[in-house]
């Protein structure tokens, strides 16, 4: 019975304590909940608790536990607490009290008992007592009471004296002993039962202290605290209404008691966050809302820390604030974490910006250079049917037409000329800034190029300009570099300083300059230069206008050469072709360590009408003239310069422009080039220098003048001066090659082939001299100028064939063998008798249907038969058993590809045998060497022209073509215009 | 009255080819494939044009199984076919089909089975606009040299006539 009160009591006391936690207490907390006396208490009572930290001040406590609502509902859930367990034990002692009783009704029933036995052994001799006493008996049990009970052992003990007194014999003595006995064993029993009462009235008074039990509770509820506590980085304080400390608790206390309590933080501290921590307090205090709040303190007590203060009013009964409690809990390294978690996610999300940036910047540069590259593709694609345009013009004008007609056609023709160099200018352009743009490394004589160039341009001059060209003796004879490149460069700058100067000179200067030193800062090498340009030269170059006409009139500065130079020039070109095959191995010749580089810079001047200052910035903008006026007046699509620029910046220097308006301006641009060693060189120029006697002063000569013609005629037969009407025919074809950028990279091969079919065939001279003078006759009919025109005819063919310059040459044939060829194409029927005689054997390889039946009738009307073949392996198969005159190879084919089969067939050519194809799995028709091995290998054949037809012009494919060992590439679909073209330079007629 | 609808089917003719131009369907290519036309292969052009057709017709069929094949489409062989009818697109100067072609090609080197998709749905339609456009080029063109050539003999005009 004992131990269900203790559980019992215990269970209640779980409530009761339970309610000391603050109200929202969750479930969870009631794991902590002390009292667990058995288990729970030694384990507390093992931890030594210091109680140093607690600094009360006690006063205020009691004050806090009378005054505030908090205080009182605790002391109320005492008191409660209290009264439950007194209720309890007067519960416990009326238990106690109703056992008690029963006992002693038990007794007294014993007693009854003995007494009727008594009543009964007196009415045995009595007779008639016994109802009355039953009656007596049964009354005293219905007002049995407490008090009464006394009674009746004082009336027990009467009675017994009574029956005492009554008895008599020796019987009833003893039976008055046994009673005795009894008695006093109920009286004994009685007697126990008093001290138990006693006892337990002594418990209970033990028990009922309730000061004690509180202050036990409150012991344990202290302990719990402290355990829990001891080692939590917290201070637990409160502070009453003037802010003043009356109780803290700080585990690492580093202030003495006295020196907090009473004391406002203000008063203990200083420092940053001693005043915000104040103010917020009194904030709470204020507003009577708990609030929760970080503060970095900064004081010298303990350096810089971040505290989470959690901080609560304290109200009085009734409902001011009278203090609050405050809660600090110090979070320092995990502000820093965050804070570092905040920095590193910052950083974070700007490199992910950035990054997004960064792969935006990639994607546009991809596209633009995807746009630029395509472009350069398309430069076949949009090439290819202006060409169409021109070449049927020139077709057109070659019927029958009238002067009306005829003229209409020439501006068709101009126009769409015109077009191509644009178009031809863009491309360049979008080729140098895509990257597709190669520079060729070829040795070349810079005295010539400018000779040449000025040559060129005086040849069209229709101004009365002085052209001089002065080359100093430093600049070396030979030198490396892209020979094409600079050439246009040149020409794009002396063209438009042509362009832009009325009167006076132009000219161009060579010479050598020292490294720039700060050359790899291009941009500080550039400043001077723009500066220096005080006043400027309204220039936009519209060279490309100027360009084919350059070339072709050129020719007439040759006017009065020799014309029994033929041969030297044939065999120049067969050194040139040499070179060209050389240039490679040249080019890994050079970059050996002994070779130097000398920088040349190269200044073209004029006295033209200058550049306002405004203008240079833009000037080399693409699509910009230096004024909307100067682009009306002197046209052109301001994409020369810009080309100069990027050609010149391509090959590492530098473009710069100084210009005085009025007076003229200078174009400078400094390039480095590689010089060959002199024993290197001294071969190769002793072989050229060979045929090249005559031209051996002319080598060093370091300065040229071309003083203005004074040919009234030049410029008064053509307002429009526009000498290219003069030759129509050159005009479809001359652009492609001298313009085309896609070209020209790969071009020098294919130029030399052409030499090499003029050389071989000895009277080509003769052949242009029929042709042009064919052309001439009908110019004359059509023409008024007539007589002007047959003279710049002559002076084209005379020039045609004085070429002493080797460098040049190449270009130069170019031109020639284009001219010679429309002109071919223009006389076709009467070149078609000689051609039937000796047919050249060509083979096209081809594996798509309509490209082979396409090709095969445009040969048919052009007078030859093919034969055709379907793939490369049947290619080799053709060659093996025929000797073939030209092979038009397709690039893209299943078997075997194009390139594959040129290899095979060029190894066959320089080995003589097959060894290669038949490693490469090509079946071949014959045995191949059982045969006449000997024989065939003491012959090897001659190299067979293969020409790849391929669907794709950009340079890369050019490259692969040429690399497999093919000799040039007509691009696809075939059309006339290559296809003659190609045959006039590989079929020897 | 014939005389006159030769005129107007070479009028016709040229203006038919003039759209296809302006849209882009052919390009100059095709002129150079009619130069090639003379007496001695009169029918050259249609010729040529008929066997591309056939030829393409078998492309266009193979590209169509690769693509079904949705497993394991052969890029590469595609890359075949479709080099095979550039090839011979831009032989008669069928610019757009061959557009659509490079198009293709390049969505199938990137493995891109949709792009191809669309690409070959294009190529389709364009093939089938270019086959009925030409069709009908050679239909008018035919009528105009019958009606040339059936200029003189008096009977036949009659005949000839409805279709005019």
Redesign the interface.
């Given at each position: 019975m004992g131990c269900a009160i203790e559980t019992g009591d215990s269970e209640e006391m779980d409530i009761v304590l339970s309610s000391m936690w603050p109200e929202d207490m969750n479930e969870a907390g009631r794991q902590f909940n002390v009292e667990r006396p058995g288990v729970d208490k030694d384990m507390l009572e093992e931890v030594t608790i210091k109680r140093e930290p607690d600094i009360v001040d006690f006063n205020r406590l009691m004050e806090l536990a009378s005054y505030t609502d908090k205080g009182n509902w605790q002391l109320a859930n005492l008191v409660r607490n209290w009264e439950y367990k007194q209720e309890n034990a007067v519960r416990l002692l009326r238990e106690e009290l109703d056992t008690l009783s029963r006992q002693q009704r038990q007794v007294e029933l014993k007693k009854l008992e003995i007494l009727e036995e008594h009543r009964f052994e007196r009415d045995r001799y009595g007779g008639s007592k016994r109802p009355i006493s039953i009656l007596d008996e049964n009354l005293k049990y219905l007002y049995q009471d407490a008090p009464r009970r006394k009674r009746d052992t004082v009336f027990q003990d009467e009675k017994i004296s009574v029956d005492a007194e009554y008895d008599s014999g020796v019987y009833w003595k003893q039976h008055a002993m046994n009673l005795e006995k009894l008695l006093e064993a109920s009286l004994r029993r009685e007697q126990v039962l008093m001290g138990k009462l006693q006892e337990s009235i002594e418990k209970l008074e033990k028990q009922s202290t309730p000061v004690e039990e509180l202050s036990q509770v409150l012991i344990r509820a202290d302990n719990f605290l402290h355990f829990v506590l001891q080692n939590a980085p917290v201070v637990i304080g409160h502070q009453d209404k003037e802010l003043r400390y009356r109780f803290i608790f700080n585990h690492f206390p580093s202030l003495r008691e006295e020196d907090i309590i009473g004391k406002t933080d203000a008063e203990i501290f200083t420092g940053s966050g001693v005043k915000e921590s104040q103010d917020f307090k009194q904030e709470v205090l204020e507003k009577g809302l708990p609030a929760k709040r970080e503060i970095t303190f900064e004081t010298e007590l303990f350096g810089s820390k971040t505290f989470l203060i959690y901080v609560e009013p304290v109200f009085s009964k009734a409902g001011e604030t009278i203090g609050v409690n405050y809660m600090g809990m110090e979070v320092t390294d995990q502000v820093r974490k965050r804070e570092k978690m905040a920095k590193i996610r910052e950083e974070m999300a700007v490199q992910k910006a950035k990054e997004t940036e960064l792969n935006k910047t990639i994607h546009i540069t991809e596209e633009s250079m995807r746009a630029k590259e395509m472009l350069a593709t398309m430069s076949h694609e949009i090439r290819?049917?202006l060409s169409?345009?021109v070449s049927?013009a020139e077709i057109l004008s070659n019927t029958k037409l009238d002067k009306e007609q005829r003229q209409q056609v020439n501006v068709m023709m101009s126009s769409g000329d015109l077009v191509l160099r644009i178009i031809n200018d863009i491309l360049d352009l979008s080729k140098v800034e895509s990257g597709v743009m190669k520079l060729e490394a070829a040795k070349f004589r810079p005295r010539e190029v400018v000779k040449h160039v000025l040559q060129t341009a005086a040849a069209s001059l229709q101004k009365l300009l002085t052209l001089e060209g002065n080359v100093a003796d430093d600049v070396p004879v030979e030198v490396v570099g892209d020979v094409l490149r600079i050439r246009q460069i040149l020409t794009n700058l002396v063209s438009n300083a042509i362009k832009f100067t009325r009167e006076g000179k132009v000219g161009i200067k060579l010479y050598v300059v020292p490294e720039p030193r700060n050359f790899s800062k291009q941009k500080s090498w550039k400043a001077p230069a723009e500066q220096s340009s005080d006043s400027a030269n309204t220039r936009k170059n519209s060279s490309m206008s100027r360009n084919s006409g350059d070339q072709r009139g050129s020719h007439g500065c040759y006017e009065g050469e020799g014309v029994g130079d033929k041969n030297e020039l044939i065999n120049t070109l067969n050194d040139q072709e040499r070179d060209g095959t050389q240039t490679k191995e040249d080019k890994a010749r050079h970059s050996n360590p002994q070779e130097s580089v000398v920088w040349i810079r190269c200044d073209v001047y004029d006295t033209g009408i200058g550049i306002p200052e405004h203008a240079i910035p833009t000037l080399f903008k693409k699509y910009t003239q230096a004024g909307a006026d100067t682009a009306r007046k002197y046209g052109g699509t301001g994409l020369g310069l810009a080309i100069c620029k990027q050609l010149v910046e391509l090959m590492g220097g530098q473009l710069t422009v100084s210009s005085l308006e009025d007076k003229g301006s200078t174009f400078m641009f400094i390039l480095p080039y590689k010089v060959s060693p002199v024993s290197d060189s001294s071969d190769e120029l002793s072989d050229m220098d060979n045929q090249e006697v005559s031209d051996d002063e002319d080598l060093h000569a370091g300065s040229f003048l071309f003083e203005p013609r004074t040919l009234g005629s030049l410029l008064s037969s053509q307002s429009s001066g526009r000498i290219q009407k003069l030759s129509p025919i050159t005009y479809g074809v001359d652009p492609s090659q001298n313009f085309g950028g896609l070209l020209e990279d790969s071009s020098s091969p294919s130029s030399s082939i052409t030499c090499q079919e003029m050389s071989s065939e000895d009277d080509a001279y003769s052949t242009a001299m029929d042709t042009s003078s064919e052309v001439e006759v009908s110019l004359n009919q059509s023409l008024c100028s007539a007589s002007l025109d047959s003279a710049e005819k002559n002076e084209r063919t005379h020039c045609s064939s004085e070429m002493s310059e080797p460098s040049f040459t190449q270009e130069r044939c170019r031109t020639e063998a284009q001219t010679e060829g429309s002109s071919d194409c223009s006389s076709r029927k009467s070149n078609e008798a000689p051609k039937a005689e000796v047919k050249p054997k060509i083979l096209l390889v081809e594996?798509?249907?309509?490209?082979v039946?396409?090709a095969k009738?445009?040969m048919?009307?052009l007078g030859h038969n093919i034969d055709i073949v379907n793939n490369g392996a049947e290619a080799v198969r053709a060659v093996q058993c025929k000797d073939y005159d030209l092979i038009l190879m397709?690039v893209?084919m299943?078997v075997m590809d194009g390139l594959q089969a040129t290899r095979l067939i060029r190894s066959f050519e320089e080995t003589g045998s097959w060894d290669d194809a038949v490693k490469a799995g090509v079946e071949l028709q014959l045995p191949p060497q059982h045969s006449s091995p000997k024989l065939q290998q003491e012959i090897p054949r001659k190299r067979t022209p293969i020409i790849a037809m391929t669907?794709n012009a950009l340079s890369e494919s050019a490259d692969d073509c040429f690399a497999n060992g093919m000799d040039s590439f007509v691009s696809?679909?075939?059309?006339?215009q290559n296809l003659k073209q190609c045959l006039q330079q590989y079929i020897p007629e | 009255m014939l005389g006159l609808s030769v005129e107007q089917l070479r009028a016709d003719m040229n203006r038919l080819l003039a759209i296809l131009f302006h849209q882009g369907v052919l390009?100059?290519?095709f002129?150079?494939?009619q130069?090639?036309q003379?007496e001695s292969?009169p029918n050259?052009v249609s010729?040529?044009v008929t066997?591309?057709f056939h030829?393409s017709e078998k492309l266009l069929r193979n590209l169509r199984a690769l693509l079904v094949d949705k497993e394991l489409s052969d890029y590469k062989k595609m890359g075949?076919h479709l080099?095979?009818l550039?090839?011979?697109s831009?032989?008669?100067?069928a610019q757009r089909l061959r557009n659509v072609c490079a198009a293709f090609r390049a969505a199938s080197e990137l493995n891109n089975r949709p792009g191809c998709l669309r690409a070959l749905e294009l190529l389709e339609y364009e093939y089938c606009y270019l086959k009925n456009k030409l069709h009908e080029f050679f239909q008018i063109e035919q009528q105009r040299m019958l009606a040339a050539a059936v200029r003189y003999p008096a009977p036949q005009q009659h005949r000839n006539n409805p279709q005019g």
């Amino acid at each position: 019975m004992g131990c269900a009160i203790e559980t019992g009591d215990s269970e209640e006391m779980d409530i009761v304590l339970s309610s000391m936690w603050p109200e929202d207490m969750n479930e969870a907390g009631r794991q902590f909940n002390v009292e667990r006396p058995g288990v729970d208490k030694d384990m507390l009572e093992e931890v030594t608790i210091k109680r140093e930290p607690d600094i009360v001040d006690f006063n205020r406590l009691m004050e806090l536990a009378s005054y505030t609502d908090k205080g009182n509902w605790q002391l109320a859930n005492l008191v409660r607490n209290w009264e439950y367990k007194q209720e309890n034990a007067v519960r416990l002692l009326r238990e106690e009290l109703d056992t008690l009783s029963r006992q002693q009704r038990q007794v007294e029933l014993k007693k009854l008992e003995i007494l009727e036995e008594h009543r009964f052994e007196r009415d045995r001799y009595g007779g008639s007592k016994r109802p009355i006493s039953i009656l007596d008996e049964n009354l005293k049990y219905l007002y049995q009471d407490a008090p009464r009970r006394k009674r009746d052992t004082v009336f027990q003990d009467e009675k017994i004296s009574v029956d005492a007194e009554y008895d008599s014999g020796v019987y009833w003595k003893q039976h008055a002993m046994n009673l005795e006995k009894l008695l006093e064993a109920s009286l004994r029993r009685e007697q126990v039962l008093m001290g138990k009462l006693q006892e337990s009235i002594e418990k209970l008074e033990k028990q009922s202290t309730p000061v004690e039990e509180l202050s036990q509770v409150l012991i344990r509820a202290d302990n719990f605290l402290h355990f829990v506590l001891q080692n939590a980085p917290v201070v637990i304080g409160h502070q009453d209404k003037e802010l003043r400390y009356r109780f803290i608790f700080n585990h690492f206390p580093s202030l003495r008691e006295e020196d907090i309590i009473g004391k406002t933080d203000a008063e203990i501290f200083t420092g940053s966050g001693v005043k915000e921590s104040q103010d917020f307090k009194q904030e709470v205090l204020e507003k009577g809302l708990p609030a929760k709040r970080e503060i970095t303190f900064e004081t010298e007590l303990f350096g810089s820390k971040t505290f989470l203060i959690y901080v609560e009013p304290v109200f009085s009964k009734a409902g001011e604030t009278i203090g609050v409690n405050y809660m600090g809990m110090e979070v320092t390294d995990q502000v820093r974490k965050r804070e570092k978690m905040a920095k590193i996610r910052e950083e974070m999300a700007v490199q992910k910006a950035k990054e997004t940036e960064l792969n935006k910047t990639i994607h546009i540069t991809e596209e633009s250079m995807r746009a630029k590259e395509m472009l350069a593709t398309m430069s076949h694609e949009i090439r290819s049917p202006l060409s169409g345009v021109v070449s049927m013009a020139e077709i057109l004008s070659n019927t029958k037409l009238d002067k009306e007609q005829r003229q209409q056609v020439n501006v068709m023709m101009s126009s769409g000329d015109l077009v191509l160099r644009i178009i031809n200018d863009i491309l360049d352009l979008s080729k140098v800034e895509s990257g597709v743009m190669k520079l060729e490394a070829a040795k070349f004589r810079p005295r010539e190029v400018v000779k040449h160039v000025l040559q060129t341009a005086a040849a069209s001059l229709q101004k009365l300009l002085t052209l001089e060209g002065n080359v100093a003796d430093d600049v070396p004879v030979e030198v490396v570099g892209d020979v094409l490149r600079i050439r246009q460069i040149l020409t794009n700058l002396v063209s438009n300083a042509i362009k832009f100067t009325r009167e006076g000179k132009v000219g161009i200067k060579l010479y050598v300059v020292p490294e720039p030193r700060n050359f790899s800062k291009q941009k500080s090498w550039k400043a001077p230069a723009e500066q220096s340009s005080d006043s400027a030269n309204t220039r936009k170059n519209s060279s490309m206008s100027r360009n084919s006409g350059d070339q072709r009139g050129s020719h007439g500065c040759y006017e009065g050469e020799g014309v029994g130079d033929k041969n030297e020039l044939i065999n120049t070109l067969n050194d040139q072709e040499r070179d060209g095959t050389q240039t490679k191995e040249d080019k890994a010749r050079h970059s050996n360590p002994q070779e130097s580089v000398v920088w040349i810079r190269c200044d073209v001047y004029d006295t033209g009408i200058g550049i306002p200052e405004h203008a240079i910035p833009t000037l080399f903008k693409k699509y910009t003239q230096a004024g909307a006026d100067t682009a009306r007046k002197y046209g052109g699509t301001g994409l020369g310069l810009a080309i100069c620029k990027q050609l010149v910046e391509l090959m590492g220097g530098q473009l710069t422009v100084s210009s005085l308006e009025d007076k003229g301006s200078t174009f400078m641009f400094i390039l480095p080039y590689k010089v060959s060693p002199v024993s290197d060189s001294s071969d190769e120029l002793s072989d050229m220098d060979n045929q090249e006697v005559s031209d051996d002063e002319d080598l060093h000569a370091g300065s040229f003048l071309f003083e203005p013609r004074t040919l009234g005629s030049l410029l008064s037969s053509q307002s429009s001066g526009r000498i290219q009407k003069l030759s129509p025919i050159t005009y479809g074809v001359d652009p492609s090659q001298n313009f085309g950028g896609l070209l020209e990279d790969s071009s020098s091969p294919s130029s030399s082939i052409t030499c090499q079919e003029m050389s071989s065939e000895d009277d080509a001279y003769s052949t242009a001299m029929d042709t042009s003078s064919e052309v001439e006759v009908s110019l004359n009919q059509s023409l008024c100028s007539a007589s002007l025109d047959s003279a710049e005819k002559n002076e084209r063919t005379h020039c045609s064939s004085e070429m002493s310059e080797p460098s040049f040459t190449q270009e130069r044939c170019r031109t020639e063998a284009q001219t010679e060829g429309s002109s071919d194409c223009s006389s076709r029927k009467s070149n078609e008798a000689p051609k039937a005689e000796v047919k050249p054997k060509i083979l096209l390889v081809e594996d798509n249907k309509i490209n082979v039946i396409v090709a095969k009738s445009m040969m048919k009307q052009l007078g030859h038969n093919i034969d055709i073949v379907n793939n490369g392996a049947e290619a080799v198969r053709a060659v093996q058993c025929k000797d073939y005159d030209l092979i038009l190879m397709d690039v893209c084919m299943p078997v075997m590809d194009g390139l594959q089969a040129t290899r095979l067939i060029r190894s066959f050519e320089e080995t003589g045998s097959w060894d290669d194809a038949v490693k490469a799995g090509v079946e071949l028709q014959l045995p191949p060497q059982h045969s006449s091995p000997k024989l065939q290998q003491e012959i090897p054949r001659k190299r067979t022209p293969i020409i790849a037809m391929t669907a794709n012009a950009l340079s890369e494919s050019a490259d692969d073509c040429f690399a497999n060992g093919m000799d040039s590439f007509v691009s696809k679909p075939v059309n006339f215009q290559n296809l003659k073209q190609c045959l006039q330079q590989y079929i020897p007629e | 009255m014939l005389g006159l609808s030769v005129e107007q089917l070479r009028a016709d003719m040229n203006r038919l080819l003039a759209i296809l131009f302006h849209q882009g369907v052919l390009d100059e290519q095709f002129l150079q494939l009619q130069q090639l036309q003379d007496e001695s292969s009169p029918n050259f052009v249609s010729e040529v044009v008929t066997i591309y057709f056939h030829e393409s017709e078998k492309l266009l069929r193979n590209l169509r199984a690769l693509l079904v094949d949705k497993e394991l489409s052969d890029y590469k062989k595609m890359g075949i076919h479709l080099n095979q009818l550039m090839g011979s697109s831009s032989s008669i100067g069928a610019q757009r089909l061959r557009n659509v072609c490079a198009a293709f090609r390049a969505a199938s080197e990137l493995n891109n089975r949709p792009g191809c998709l669309r690409a070959l749905e294009l190529l389709e339609y364009e093939y089938c606009y270019l086959k009925n456009k030409l069709h009908e080029f050679f239909q008018i063109e035919q009528q105009r040299m019958l009606a040339a050539a059936v200029r003189y003999p008096a009977p036949q005009q009659h005949r000839n006539n409805p279709q005019g």
